[in-house]
């Protein structure tokens, strides 16, 4: 069995101390196998927002993943964003990532992000063919042995129902390119809401599982991270918070106001943890 942490949105610069400190006593209490976290690290990628960044993930106590957010590329320096838009991302990354071994399962990584787009809100997710590009082929180098595949993003790739909007450009042809590339499910953040949906696609359903935030800046939900319990093929999600309600509680509804309730075995109905096979 495999134990992960789905965190995002930590936000340093807004950040929520308390929520911090309780993400950190989970970690070194329950010992994770791995944390993947899913993007906005800073603010705004100030570079004392991201000195703070590197030591907190350098201290937790179990390998970690990161992801660049929308927030993790300069505000204030333009011409740095304009030519060198990761250099402090990829600064912390190289200073908090170690390797990461999950018998039976592969983190792949995908760019959500753009230092600049042809609209005016810079902050919603795109999937440019180059990031996605660089993701299959990561995941078309991958050894032949029935692993199950999860993809780290950022941005919902498309719309998940909750407070905030991601709209994210091409996200439904990356959506159907990961479901014929074998992907299991899809962790992502920016929304600050957790949720957990299958989408269908012409290649079969992906999962999407999104985790909230450890910042000041929530939405419906306070302060959250999911644990997902990865055993025989199959993936279980809890989203917790801080204050340890039930996860009936913390999940957003994903239903239409005009639907009918789904039933106990809907995969949709995200009041219970949700099981489903690993299609890697």
């Known amino acids: 069995m495999i134990k992960l942490f789905h965190?995002?949105?930590?936000?340093?610069?807004?950040?929520?101390?308390?929520?911090h400190a309780w993400f950190v006593r989970c970690v070194a209490e329950e010992r994770p196998d791995a944390i993947?976290?899913?993007?906005?690290?800073t603010q705004r990628?100030?570079?004392?927002?991201y000195a703070?960044?590197?030591?907190?993930?350098?201290g937790l106590a179990?390998?970690?993943?990161?992801?660049?957010g929308n927030h993790d590329m300069p505000y204030y320096h333009p011409l740095e964003r304009a030519f060198a838009p990761y250099r402090r991302y990829r600064k912390l990354k190289a200073a908090v990532e170690r390797p990461i071994d999950l018998p039976g399962v592969a983190l792949v990584s995908l760019r959500t992000t753009s230092r600049a787009q042809w609209r005016f809100n810079w902050s919603r997710g795109?999937?440019?063919?180059?990031?996605?590009?660089?993701?299959?082929a990561t995941i078309a180098a991958l050894p032949k042995d029935g692993r199950m595949i999860l993809v780290t993003a950022h941005h919902p790739l498309v719309?998940?129902?909750t407070k905030g909007q991601a709209l994210t450009r091409h996200g439904e042809k990356a959506l159907c390119a990961l479901a014929q590339a074998g992907v299991t499910a899809i962790l992502t953040g920016h929304v600050h809401d957790a949720f957990d949906l299958m989408h269908p696609t012409r290649f079969g359903p992906i999962r999407m599982i999104g985790a909230g935030t450890l910042s000041q800046r929530v939405r419906s939900t306070p302060p959250s991270f999911n644990e997902l319990t990865i055993d025989a093929g199959k993936i279980t999600v809890c989203a917790r918070n801080i204050g340890e309600l039930d996860t009936a509680a913390m999940q957003i509804e994903d239903v239409p106001p005009d639907a009918q309730p789904p039933g106990p075995d809907d995969p949709i109905a995200r009041s219970q943890p949700v099981e489903t096979e690993g299609l890697g």
């Open 52 to 58: 703070a960044a590197t030591r907190w993930i350098g």
């Open 36 to 41: 993947a976290l899913t993007g906005d690290i």
């Open 62 to 68: 179990a390998p970690v993943k990161v992801e660049i």
């Open 7 to 19: 965190v995002s949105d930590i936000h340093f610069g807004v950040t929520d101390p308390d929520a």
């Open 45 to 49: 990628s100030t570079h004392a927002e």
């Open 126 to 136: 795109i999937v440019r063919p180059a990031a996605l590009a660089e993701t299959l």
């Open 159 to 161: 719309e998940s129902n």
